[in-house]
């Protein structure tokens, strides 16, 4: 099975059209279609529909679509294996990460990693658990970085602890306490983010038997806490999501107390590629340090 032929099937469907494909390649559209259709010639079987408004998977595509990126990833692998024997230092690490990671703690360890590989092509993807954990079993990302959940079905590498607080506008009944009594979400008009869905907050909440009055649903922290500022509701929240906000919010710790783990998760760090390799050394090293974190 020829690598251009799984690439350009790779990128048609991440882009959903030849056109967008063939920019993205450096080739023709036609040149994309001619090589998809070979690929679905040697297969047996359509991968894409093909459309006016562009293509979409096919069921044997959808299927098909993480093995081929697989395939694709063992190649890279073994090019950089080959670099790395010859003392070259090559490749690409597709990370994943929350966005209060990817903003307070990844910048620097990216910073330091290029000054030392500056041939390594690194993408930070930033999304929500859901999306995160669909890239990793797609391939489409090497790591995460994310919180500790059960269960967790990746090589697991801790970093830090941070604890969860609530957020609250500076006028809140409570806002001049010491701490915020977990109970009272259900008196108050809660905004959940991760599309209402955000599995930290909902474990934290199941576990003390707290059904709160979600009144808004956002997609990331950042509107939950301008909603906060502006005396919308309050909301629960890692405190590094809070970093840096402290005008018209207060934040205080739980009771009880509850805090999270950050770390990353890897499909396999023995099977990672070179690069993945040395980006985890980098990262571990770097952020384990609570010094180097600030």
């Given at each position: 099975m020829e690598s251009a032929r799984c690439k350009a099937f790779v990128a048609a469907a991440e882009c959903g059209s030849f056109t967008a494909a063939a920019g993205k390649?450096?080739?023709?559209?036609?040149g994309v279609s001619q090589l998809v259709t070979a690929l679905?010639?040697?297969?047996?079987?359509?991968?894409?529909?093909?459309s006016r408004r562009g293509v979409t998977l096919t069921g044997e595509g959808e299927r098909f679509l993480p093995e081929i990126r697989?395939?694709?990833?063992?190649?890279?692998?073994?090019?950089?294996l080959a670099a790395e024997v010859r003392g070259l230092t090559v490749g690409s690490v597709a990370i994943a990460s929350y966005p209060s990671v990817a903003t307070y703690?990844?910048?620097?360890?990216?910073?330091?990693?290029?000054?030392?590989?500056?041939?390594?092509?690194?993408?930070?993807?930033?999304?929500?658990r859901q999306e995160m954990l669909e890239w990793i079993d797609q391939g489409i990302a090497d790591m995460g970085f994310l919180t500790y959940t059960e269960p967790m079905d990746y090589e697991w590498i801790p970093l830090a602890e941070d604890r969860m607080v609530a957020v609250l506008p500076v006028d809140h009944p409570l806002a001049g306490c010491e701490s915020y009594p977990l109970s009272r979400c259900e008196k108050e008009d809660f905004i959940m983010p991760a599309l209402g869905h955000d599995v930290d907050v909902e474990a934290l909440l199941t576990e003390n038997r707290i059904r709160p009055h979600i009144k808004f649903t956002t997609l990331e922290n950042p509107a939950t806490l301008a909603m906060i500022q502006n005396g919308l509701g309050m909301s629960i929240m890692n405190e590094l999501c809070t970093t840096g906000w402290n005008r018209k919010l207060?934040?205080?710790?739980?009771?009880?107390?509850k805090n999270l783990t950050f770390g990353i998760a890897v499909p396999s760090v023995r099977h990672a590629s070179p690069a993945s390799r040395r980006f985890l050394e980098y990262a571990v090293r770097m952020l384990t340090r609570p010094e180097r974190r600030e």
């Open positions: 390649l450096g080739y023709t559209p036609s679905e010639k040697e297969l047996g079987f359509p991968l894409l529909d093909r697989g395939f694709l990833g063992k190649e890279d692998h073994i090019y950089e703690w990844l910048p620097a360890v990216i910073r330091e990693f290029q000054t030392d590989y500056p041939e390594i092509e690194l993408r930070l993807m930033e999304g929500i207060v934040k205080l710790p739980l009771e009880p107390e």
